[in-house]
């Protein structure tokens, strides 16, 4: 099985506001690839779950996966076994209160489930020259022009009203 690190970031400009992810992929080939896109209105955790989404959908076949993310949200979902428990609690955390971003969360589901995934949190703004690169890509692009639409968080935020 191949082995690959995913470096992944999210981006919002105001929170919810327009929004951005980045994604960095290194194989053992020393193959690289950069992914990065944006959205009009969206939130920062939701980017931070969608480049990990786009980043594990990049991948052509199974891999061993090292993922590196600064949003302890992400990370901690995994290692701290939250999904789990979420799903156990029909999507309840621990106060009772709903979980966010439900729509993503089930996308990455899939995903974890075709490859080895290890979830390692990494401190954001620092030295780390790829999650700073991720960054650069998430910030960039939530400041592009023609940016995307967030569906399900414009949806929910319509709903809301």
């Known amino acids: 099985m191949n082995t690959v690190d995913i470096y992944t970031d999210g981006s919002s400009k ?3 506001g327009p929004g951005g992810y980045g994604v960095v992929l290194k194989t053992n080939i020393n193959a690289r690839k ?8 969206t939130t ?4 931070e779950l969608l480049a990990v989404i786009i980043g594990l959908k990049a991948l052509k076949s199974a ?3 090292d993922l590196y993310s600064d949003s302890k949200y992400v990370v901690d979902a995994f290692n701290q076994r939250w999904l789990e ?6 999507w309840k955390k621990s106060d009772n209160k709903p979980v ?37 890509l998430a910030v960039t692009a939530a400041e592009g022009y ?8 414009e949806k929910m935020i319509n709903n809301n009203r």
Do not use: T
Not at 34 to 41: K, N, T, V
Not at 44 to 47: G, P
Not at 146 to 152: A, F, M, Q, R, S
């Open 85 to 90: 428990n979420w799903q156990k609690r029909n």
């Open 14 to 16: 105001g929170n919810p």
């Open 44 to 47: 920062n955790n939701r980017m």
């Open 146 to 153: 023609n940016l995307g639409i967030d569906v399900e968080y």
């Open 34 to 41: 950069e992914l990065s896109g944006g959205f009009r209105l």
């Open 100 to 136: 966010m971003n439900i729509d993503l969360w089930m996308m990455i589901i899939p995903l974890i489930k075709i490859h080895e995934v290890k979830f390692i949190w990494v401190k954001g703004h620092s030295s780390n020259i790829e999650n700073a690169r991720c960054d650069q």
């Open 63 to 65: 891999c061993i996966v």
